[in-house]
């Protein structure tokens, strides 16, 4: 029964507050315990971690295995390859990989500085009543489907990319090569706009959460020795919920990475890496969104070891932000 | 009971919810097809016609042309549609018959201010050059000796649009091209995806009509209910005969005339005979016929008469639906030998089936 | 000669200059700075959405009505048609779906949170959730496709609890990572209290931290939601579509997005409004469920 030290043999007395990051050392200490709901909990919690690095492992066992044909015969040469001829059978990667990481990196720059502030700005800075009517309506531009973004891009978006943002650029910027080159609306540049609007909602409602959770308390004190508003964010709750943005961040870059339909309406295709922005391009994804319909032989293989190439992507990033939450973590001395 | 333990019974109680349905079965017949888009709206018109009249239910899903193949030789669905024919080899292999159900054509469109529908005439040598990148702008004298009446072709240059993903549309469009040049027999070729030499990539034919409304001295190819609905700029062709045709159901029907007098339908195997560039007056020389894959050996003899007795309705009395909807149906000539392969290699349980 | 460093008053300004307090109205003019940005961002993230929505509200508007929402499917040219299967073949699969992802989801971040943390098996289970968050939905579809569907190893047919399946997987790794990052927020004294009065580890967490991070969670819940509500590409490949009303989830299962998938790119303009009505009730029955969980599990005020 609960409520009483004495019905729960084992439990020992809680240490000090600080957490060194493993743990306060009573986690294992509680482990111990023979109570019968903690061991059923515990088990259905590693089952859930089980399933997750299961599924993860089953789909990299079915690229490996479907991509085996393609690996074997274009072999390392298919990563920096440009050739794309599907009648003589010839494939190559890069302009793909290229169109990917650039979208990606288009839609990051945009998304992430912009998703943070206005997190703050629902937490912080806007009356309830506002907050969370923007908020809900972040969370509903992720509920739009991503082939509307595709179609709402292509016949909307594209236009006013056209007419206005394009022309913009290349007047200002337009000595860079990547503002220069004809125009057309479709290309890298729209691609990485879409995304970065696709990937707002998850960054900014995570994000927002996050700031949420920062402990009263501890703001409070900031406020109370005077601190601003922004100075209360810059040094107590961004690094307090350090770990939950760079959270959201990556579900934002999972997102952007592996976004087919909305992508592939609006970059055009196109087998050649350009420098310029404006110019058509492919990503992995949209690759895979308008070929894998009428892939047979070996470019079904070929498209399969793009998936391959995709998740070997994700793992250099997730490898990257690893470390990068190390250095952090180290150098907070958290 | 608090909150924690309530949600499993709330988690078990909505799932017996999703499950109960599957647990009852009715038995009205379920026939599944999926493959080329190029048909869907007129199979999906039939299936619905055919649905209030005879009760079973025909589904048809548009999921592209080697889908549907790769579905039906699995024998996940019942019956797969193909823009592009398999060969005779193939067909052999899987234990496939194959024949064709309706007809349609695909349209060069432009875009280019003060040119209107049906006035721009194009021969079938400036349009694999325009593709193959060697003629770069729209004043060109290859273009301008072809049309004299009209006043200026300006001086900018052509964006050729095709298609970002592979299609049976751009088979058929390839196809038409290599028959017409031998240059680009030689440098690009025949495929559903081809190594274009010029360019800018749409997808589907939505894709491409967004970029040729969009692009200042675009042209584009798009199937013809595509070019009708949506009342693009569509381009006079020369046909083999050297005379421009616009194009239309009739222009279709005439490809289609000239290849039952060319070909025996009957013994191509597969029952595929090209449709491109066909002589006769009329003629529109980029048109193809759609094809049905099913397989010899049916499992169900019931489903399988009901999906014969589906074809043959389609045939017979399927005309008028699909001319509605800008298709070609299959003339009359054809039905008997189709129907003779059916009742000749199509078994269940050794016996031919009842339709 | 070795150098030397003299302390005189040259050598100390610099150091005092890095030292000096700012004086008050240059923070407050960078606070202000600040909120003026993150108000203008939060004005650009309006204007997108608002030019989204506007454009599936006025385009789907227009399909929207009672045969829409009661009719089956038709053919370009006959007019009646509807998306009542759709949306019945919606709900089952998000619903299945979400029956299998969001325990499983909520289990591993448990674990991740609050039993694994920092070892390194727990670091491995978030790698792979990561991986599974950036997998293209095409990829899963086919994954789900050569297990559940395509002989021999599925079960020859295409069905809805493959699609559901499909979305689950989909659902799972966003639901355990936003779960985990919410739950590691809640500072460790709730945790010790809890303990500390003799609560049982699974009813802590269930009680206490769940309640406690609960707006995160739902956040989580609430994007895996609508993300799957709108995918595609994996039921191309598992419950592809049906023209006809659900009877079993055991075949072809219809649903809204490959109904968009379908109908929005053809060419006749019955069938594209179609497509956009569809957008817009994915978008209101998410909209819908929004307000719902975020209702039922508002906090009291106290």
Same mark, same amino acid.
């Given at each position: 029964?609960?409520?009483?030290?004495?019905?729960?043999?084992?439990?020992?007395?809680?240490?000090?507050?600080?957490?060194?990051?493993?743990?306060?050392?009573?986690?294992?200490?509680?482990?111990?315990?023979?109570?019968?709901?903690?061991?059923?909990?515990?088990?259905?919690?590693?089952?859930?971690?089980?399933?997750?690095?299961?599924?993860?492992?089953?789909?990299?066992?079915?690229?490996?295995?479907?991509?085996?044909?393609?690996?074997?015969?274009?072999?390392?040469?298919?990563?920096?390859?440009?050739?794309?001829?599907?009648?003589?059978?010839?494939?190559?990667?890069?302009?793909?990989?290229?169109?990917?990481?650039?979208?990606?990196?288009?839609?990051?720059?945009?998304?992430?500085?912009?998703?943070?502030v206005?997190a703050l700005f629902l937490v912080d800075l806007s009356p309830p009543?506002?907050s969370?009517?923007?908020?809900?309506?972040?969370?509903?531009?992720?509920?739009?489907?991503?082939?509307?973004?595709?179609?709402?891009?292509?016949?909307?978006?594209?236009?006013?990319?056209?007419?206005?943002?394009?022309?913009?650029?290349?007047?200002?910027?337009?000595?860079?090569?990547?503002?220069?080159?004809?125009?057309?609306?479709?290309?890298?540049?729209?691609?990485?706009?879409?995304?970065?609007?696709?990937?707002?909602?998850?960054?900014?409602?995570?994000?927002r959460?996050v700031f949420r959770m920062t402990p009263g308390v501890l703001k409070e004190s900031a406020y109370g020795m005077g601190a601003t508003t922004w100075e209360v964010t810059r040094d107590v709750t961004i690094p307090y919920g350090?770990?939950?943005?760079?959270?959201?961040?990556?579900?934002?870059?999972?997102?952007?990475?592996?976004?087919?339909?909305?992508?592939?309406?609006?970059?055009?295709?196109?087998?050649?890496?350009?420098?310029?922005?404006?110019?058509?391009?492919?990503?992995?994804?949209?690759?895979?969104?308008?070929?894998?319909?009428?892939?047979?032989?070996?470019?079904?293989?070929?498209?399969?070891?793009?998936?391959?190439?995709?998740?070997?992507?994700?793992?250099?990033?997730?490898?990257?932000?690893?470390?990068?939450?190390?250095?952090?973590?180290?150098?907070?001395?958290? | 009971?608090?909150?924690?333990?309530?949600?499993?019974?709330?988690?078990?109680?909505?799932?017996?919810?999703?499950?109960?349905?599957?647990?009852?079965?009715?038995?009205?017949?379920?026939?599944?097809?999926?493959?080329?888009?190029?048909?869907?709206?007129?199979?999906?018109?039939?299936?619905?016609?055919?649905?209030?009249?005879?009760?079973?239910?025909?589904?048809?899903?548009?999921?592209?042309?080697?889908?549907?193949?790769?579905?039906?030789?699995?024998?996940?669905?019942?019956?797969?549609?193909?823009?592009?024919?398999?060969?005779?080899?193939?067909?052999?292999?899987?234990?496939?018959?194959?024949?064709?159900?309706?007809?349609?054509?695909?349209?060069?469109?432009?875009?280019?201010?003060?040119?209107?529908?049906?006035?721009?005439?194009?021969?079938?040598?400036?349009?694999?050059?325009?593709?193959?990148?060697?003629?770069?702008?729209?004043?060109?004298?290859?273009?301008?000796?072809?049309?004299?009446?009209?006043?200026?072709?300006?001086?900018?240059?052509?964006?050729?649009?095709?298609?970002?993903?592979?299609?049976?549309?751009?088979?058929?469009?390839?196809?038409?091209?290599?028959?017409?040049?031998?240059?680009?027999? =030689?440098?690009?070729?025949?495929?559903?995806? &081809?190594?274009? %030499? !010029? *360019?800018?990539? #749409?997808?589907?034919?939505?894709?491409?009509?967004?970029?040729?409304?969009?692009?200042?001295?675009?042209?584009?190819?798009?199937?013809?209910?595509?070019?009708?609905?949506?009342?693009?700029?569509?381009?006079?062709?020369?046909?083999?005969?050297?005379?421009?045709?616009?194009?239309?159901?009739?222009?279709?029907?005439?490809?289609?005339?000239?290849?039952?007098?060319?070909?025996?339908?009957?013994?191509?195997?597969?029952?595929?005979?090209?449709?491109?560039?066909?002589?006769?007056?009329?003629?529109?020389?980029?048109?193809?016929?759609?094809?049905?894959?099913?397989?010899?050996?049916?499992?169900?003899?019931?489903?399988?008469?009901?999906?014969?007795?589906?074809?043959?309705?389609?045939?017979?009395?399927?005309? =008028?639906?699909?001319?509605?909807?800008?298709? &070609?149906?299959? %003339? !009359? *000539?054809?039905? #008997?030998?189709?129907?003779?392969?059916?009742?000749?290699?199509?078994?269940?349980?050794?016996?031919?089936?009842?339709? | 000669?070795?150098?030397?460093?003299?302390?005189?008053?040259?050598?100390?300004?610099?150091?005092?200059?890095?030292?000096?307090p700012r004086s008050m109205a240059w923070r407050r003019g960078v606070d202000l700075l600040v909120r003026?940005?993150a108000?203008?961002?939060?004005?650009?993230?309006?204007?997108?959405?608002?030019?989204?929505?506007?454009?599936?509200?006025?385009?789907?508007?227009?399909?929207?009505?009672?045969?829409?929402?009661?009719?089956?499917?038709?053919?370009?040219?006959?007019?009646?048609?509807?998306?009542?299967?759709?949306?019945?073949?919606?709900?089952?699969?998000?619903?299945?779906?979400?029956?299998?992802?969001?325990?499983?989801?909520?289990?591993?971040?448990?674990?991740?949170?609050?039993?694994?943390?920092?070892?390194?098996?727990?670091?491995?289970?978030?790698?792979?959730?990561?991986?599974?968050?950036?997998?293209?939905?095409?990829?899963?579809?086919?994954?789900?496709?050569?297990?559940?569907?395509?002989?021999?190893?599925?079960?020859?047919?295409?069905?809805?609890?493959?699609?559901?399946?499909?979305?689950?997987?989909?659902?799972?790794?966003?639901?355990?990572?936003?779960?985990?990052?919410?739950?590691?927020l809640?500072p460790?004294?709730?945790?010790?209290?809890?303990?500390?009065?003799?609560?049982?580890?699974?009813?802590?967490?269930?009680?206490?931290?769940?309640?406690?991070?609960?707006?995160?969670?739902?956040?989580?819940?609430?994007?895996?939601?609508?993300?799957?509500?709108?995918?595609?590409?994996?039921?191309?490949?598992?419950?592809?579509?049906?023209?006809?009303?659900?009877?079993?989830?055991?075949?072809?299962?219809?649903?809204?997005?490959?109904?968009?998938?379908?109908?929005?790119?053809?060419?006749?303009?019955?069938?594209?409004?179609?497509?956009?009505?569809?957008?817009?009730?994915?978008?209101?029955?998410?909209?819908?469920?929004?307000?719902?969980?975020?209702?039922?599990?508002?906090?009291?005020?106290?």
């Amino acid at each position: 029964m609960a409520g009483y030290p004495e019905a729960h043999p084992g439990l020992p007395t809680p240490t000090p507050l600080a957490d060194d990051g493993r743990g306060t050392g009573w986690t294992s200490n509680v482990a111990r315990s023979r109570n019968t709901g903690d061991l059923i909990f515990q088990s259905l919690t590693g089952l859930g971690a089980v399933v997750v690095v299961a599924v993860v492992g089953a789909i990299l066992l079915l690229l490996l295995w479907k991509s085996m044909p393609s690996i074997q015969r274009f072999g390392l040469g298919f990563i920096t390859s440009s050739d794309w001829d599907p009648l003589h059978e010839r494939f190559g990667a890069w302009p793909s990989i290229y169109g990917t990481l650039v979208t990606t990196a288009i839609a990051m720059l945009l998304a992430v500085p912009l998703s943070l502030v206005t997190a703050l700005f629902l937490v912080d800075l806007s009356p309830p009543w506002l907050s969370r009517i923007v908020g809900t309506g972040l969370e509903l531009l992720a509920a739009v489907p991503s082939i509307i973004y595709g179609m709402w891009g292509m016949t909307v978006f594209a236009s006013f990319m056209q007419r206005w943002i394009e022309p913009g650029l290349a007047g200002t910027l337009g000595f860079l090569p990547l503002f220069q080159g004809q125009m057309n609306g479709m290309g890298m540049l729209t691609a990485g706009l879409i995304l970065a609007l696709m990937i707002l909602p998850y960054i900014c409602a995570v994000s927002r959460d996050v700031f949420r959770m920062t402990p009263g308390v501890l703001k409070e004190s900031a406020y109370g020795m005077g601190a601003t508003t922004w100075e209360v964010t810059r040094d107590v709750t961004i690094p307090y919920g350090m770990r939950g943005i760079l959270g959201a961040v990556f579900l934002g870059l999972a997102r952007a990475i592996g976004e087919t339909m909305a992508v592939t309406f609006v970059i055009g295709d196109n087998r050649h890496v350009a420098a310029s922005l404006f110019a058509s391009g492919n990503t992995i994804s949209s690759t895979l969104a308008n070929q894998f319909n009428e892939a047979t032989g070996i470019k079904y293989s070929v498209l399969v070891e793009l998936g391959l190439v995709l998740f070997l992507i994700t793992v250099a990033f997730e490898i990257f932000a690893h470390l990068w939450l190390r250095r952090l973590r180290n150098a907070g001395g958290r | 009971m608090n909150s924690a333990l309530r949600a499993p019974w709330a988690l078990i109680v909505c799932a017996a919810a999703v499950v109960a349905p599957s647990c009852s079965k009715s038995d009205t017949l379920t026939i599944n097809g999926s493959g080329a888009s190029f048909p869907y709206p007129i199979y999906s018109k039939w299936a619905y016609t055919f649905q209030q009249l005879d009760g079973t239910r025909i589904n048809y899903q548009s999921t592209g042309s080697s889908v549907g193949v790769t579905q039906v030789k699995q024998k996940t669905i019942n019956f797969g549609a193909s823009d592009v024919p398999l060969s005779e080899q193939e067909l052999d292999e899987a234990g496939l018959v194959q024949f064709p159900l309706v007809i349609g054509g695909i349209v060069p469109v432009v875009h280019i201010a003060g040119v209107e529908p049906g006035t721009l005439k194009l021969s079938a040598d400036v349009l694999a050059k325009i593709y193959l990148g060697e003629i770069k702008t729209w004043n060109d004298s290859a273009i301008t000796a072809l049309n004299p009446d009209l006043k200026q072709l300006p001086d900018i240059s052509i964006a050729p649009i095709r298609r970002s993903d592979g299609s049976g549309t751009t088979w058929i469009f390839t196809n038409y091209l290599a028959v017409v040049s031998s240059d680009w027999k =030689d440098k690009v070729g025949v495929g559903k995806e &081809v190594s274009w %030499p !010029a *360019g800018v990539g #749409g997808k589907g034919n939505e894709g491409v009509a967004a970029n040729v409304a969009q692009i200042e001295g675009s042209i584009g190819y798009v199937e013809y209910a595509y070019a009708v609905q949506n009342k693009m700029t569509y381009v006079l062709l020369q046909n083999r005969k050297g005379r421009f045709v616009a194009p239309s159901l009739e222009s279709f029907a005439a490809a289609e005339a000239a290849a039952e007098k060319t070909s025996d339908w009957a013994s191509a195997p597969g029952f595929y005979v090209s449709l491109v560039d066909q002589p006769g007056d009329e003629t529109w020389p980029i048109t193809g016929a759609t094809f049905i894959l099913i397989h010899k050996e049916q499992a169900d003899a019931a489903l399988a008469g009901k999906m014969l007795k589906f074809f043959d309705w389609c045939y017979r009395h399927g005309a =008028d639906a699909a001319r509605g909807l800008h298709y &070609v149906p299959i %003339p !009359a *000539g054809i039905y #008997g030998p189709v129907e003779a392969t059916w009742d000749k290699e199509v078994r269940a349980g050794g016996k031919p089936i009842e339709r | 000669m070795a150098a030397t460093v003299t302390i005189s008053p040259q050598t100390l300004r610099p150091l005092a200059e890095t030292m000096r307090p700012r004086s008050m109205a240059w923070r407050r003019g960078v606070d202000l700075l600040v909120r003026v940005i993150a108000s203008l961002s939060a004005c650009v993230g309006l204007i997108a959405l608002t030019w989204i929505l506007l454009t599936v509200c006025i385009r789907g508007g227009a399909a929207i009505s009672w045969t829409f929402l009661t009719q089956l499917p038709t053919p370009p040219g006959v007019s009646g048609g509807g998306v009542s299967n759709a949306i019945v073949g919606t709900c089952l699969m998000t619903l299945l779906a979400g029956l299998a992802g969001i325990p499983l989801g909520l289990l591993a971040g448990v674990y991740l949170a609050e039993y694994g943390k920092n070892s390194a098996v727990a670091s491995a289970v978030r790698f792979a959730a990561n991986i599974l968050m950036g997998t293209p939905s095409i990829l899963i579809g086919v994954f789900i496709n050569v297990l559940l569907v395509s002989p021999p190893i599925g079960l020859g047919h295409y069905s809805g609890y493959a699609g559901a399946a499909a979305l689950a997987i989909i659902v799972l790794p966003v639901v355990a990572r936003t779960s985990e990052d919410m739950l590691r927020l809640v500072p460790d004294t709730l945790r010790e209290s809890a303990l500390a009065l003799g609560c049982p580890r699974w009813r802590m967490t269930l009680d206490i931290i769940f309640r406690a991070a609960r707006g995160g969670l739902l956040t989580g819940v609430i994007l895996a939601i609508a993300r799957v509500s709108g995918e595609t590409a994996p039921l191309l490949f598992t419950a592809l579509n049906s023209e006809y009303s659900v009877r079993s989830l055991d075949e072809q299962t219809a649903n809204l997005t490959v109904f968009i998938a379908n109908k929005g790119p053809s060419p006749y303009a019955d069938w594209q409004q179609m497509a956009w009505g569809a957008s817009l009730l994915i978008t209101l029955g998410v909209l819908s469920l929004i307000l719902i969980a975020r209702f039922t599990l508002r906090e009291r005020k106290s």
